[in-house]
């Protein structure tokens, strides 16, 4: 029979949905909610309320190892305890089973000794090589401790990679010069070819040909002598001047000269020293010592 408290919960529950929706329904919203509320928690007031209590299962109870129990003339097994390993469990089921003890295992057989291999052919012969030592230091070995420092195998490592890089980049750097260079003479060669085209191109002789030039031509010299042959040189100025230049091709008259009368050379032989008296002192300076006399070739 339901508790005492739970049936005013249902009578409530099922008298309220009728008036919300006779009274509450036309209302607005608001109160719409406030009733939807109310009835929700009535309700669950009906499902939280009025449980039993969950027995409580005695654990230490439970935790205990139970005795072995005799019924009749048949025993029933000890409890399995945590701490019998799978093994264990399956040689005593054997062993109640059978009604015997389980043989020991058969210990194995050892092995055979491992025949030793050979020693290799350059062994021997280091063997051979080694001196041979007394016979206080026979079946003695000697501890070799190979030391090995690891900063200067890091600094080695360190100084060889940047010697590569050093390399490499003074390849690189060859390269790119030598390629630049390469750039910059054939800019120059195409520079100086266009002009030299332009130049060797352009004949002015054949413009002034022309009555349309529109050229100024400079003369020099303006009144040449018509009676000597002379060359004609256009050069010109900007692009509106142009000078014309008249040298004179006349070199047998002017440029051959008559042949000067040679002198004759003076003898090499040098006067008598006593035959000329010395110059005299200038004005204002002392007179010079007296020399001594000079030597003759027959003293």
């Known amino acids: 029979m339901a ?3 739970r049936l005013p919960l249902i009578a409530l ?4 949905v009728p008036i919300y929706y006779v009274f509450i329904a036309s209302e607005g919203p608001l109160v719409q909610i ?3 509320v109310v009835i929700l928690l009535l309700v669950s007031l009906l499902l939280f ?5 969950v027995p409580m299962l005695n654990v230490l109870e439970t935790g205990k190892p139970s005795k072995v129990e005799t019924v009749g003339v ?4 000890p409890p399995v305890l945590a701490e019998e390993g799978a093994s264990q469990r399956s040689e005593g089921k054997i062993r109640r089973s059978r009604g015997r003890q389980v043989a020991e295992p058969v210990p194995a057989h050892p092995l055979p000794p491992s025949i ?3 020693a290799p052919a350059a062994a021997i012969e280091l063997e051979e090589d080694s001196p041979q030592l007394g016979d206080s230091a026979t079946g003695l070995a000697q501890v070799y401790i190979a030391t090995s420092d690891p900063e200067s195998q890091m600094e080695s490592e360190v100084d060889f990679y940047l010697a590569q890089k050093r390399a490499k980049m003074g390849v690189i750097r060859d390269r790119i010069h030598r390629e630049r260079r390469i750039k910059l003479a054939g800019h120059v060669a195409s520079e100086v070819s266009k002009w030299s085209a332009i130049e060797d191109g352009e004949d002015i002789s054949a413009l002034l040909k022309d009555p349309n030039h529109g ?3 400079l003369t020099e010299p303006e009144n040449p002598d018509p009676t000597i042959p002379q060359g004609i ?3 010109r100025i900007d692009a509106n001047r142009v000078a014309k230049v008249r040298v004179s091709l006349d070199v047998s008259g002017s440029s051959v000269r008559t042949p000067e009368p040679e002198l004759p050379e003076p003898p090499l032989s040098m006067p008598p020293t006593g035959s000329h008296p010395p110059p005299p002192p200038p004005s204002g300076m002392p007179p010079p010592p007296s020399l001594p006399p000079p030597v003759r070739p027959g003293e």
Request: aromatic share 4%; proline share 18%; glycine share 8%.
């Open 3 to 5: 508790p005492t408290l």
């Open 13 to 16: 529950i099922i008298a309220a």
């Open 34 to 36: 406030a009733g939807a």
């Open 49 to 53: 309320t009025g449980r039993q209590p």
């Open 74 to 77: 048949i025993e029933l097994p």
């Open 116 to 118: 030793p291999m050979p």
């Open 215 to 217: 050229l100024t031509v």
């Open 233 to 235: 040189s256009y050069i």
